[in-house]
């Protein structure tokens, strides 16, 4: 199934919201500390139309089909590590597909418009970067598939 992607704009910000709390729903099945507060809904609104739209280190990719948004990515533009020759790249949040969407290409049609729009940054972006939640195997598979490898891993102790 092929989708329309485009750059969200300030008229998505509440059908993001769903498809934000599909993604939130999904990481909080791995680690519950990612449901979201009371208040998220107005916080993500805000953070969306004031660091997302019309930025130039960051935009949201939707996915529409049948009339509505089905597919969201997040990318932003991070800067190069002050001591490592880690070099300015791409860093991919909030990658979600609707269930009754996904297996069909649309999670690659958003990966795609992220490379494209990072490949032609300023900057001189040539690598991009995802976290996937510990658990989430299915999301391993996906991103190892379409030839993303696996760089560090991030432990934490409770105090």
């Known amino acids: 199934m092929a989708a329309q992607v485009r750059p969200a704009n300030r008229e998505d910000g509440s059908e993001l919201i769903e498809l934000w709390h599909g993604f939130t729903d999904h990481l909080s099945q791995y680690d519950d500390r990612y449901e979201h507060k009371d208040e998220a809904n107005e916080r993500w609104l805000q953070y969306f139309e004031n660091q997302l739209l019309d930025s130039k ?57 992220a490379a494209e729009w990072l ?35 991030v432990y934490e102790y409770e105090l």
């Open 57 to 113: 280190y960051g935009t949201v990719f939707v996915a529409e089909a049948d009339d509505d948004l089905v597919g969201v990515l997040e990318v932003r533009v991070v800067g190069d590590h002050p001591i490592f020759r880690l070099k300015d790249h791409g860093y991919i949040n909030g990658h979600y597909v609707k269930d009754g969407y996904r297996d069909t290409g649309i999670g690659k049609q958003l990966l795609d418009a």
């Open 119 to 153: 490949r032609d940054h300023p900057r001189g972006i040539d690598f991009c970067r995802v976290d996937v939640i510990h658990g989430d195997e299915n999301a391993v598979s996906v991103y190892e598939d379409l030839d993303f490898e696996p760089i560090e891993h």
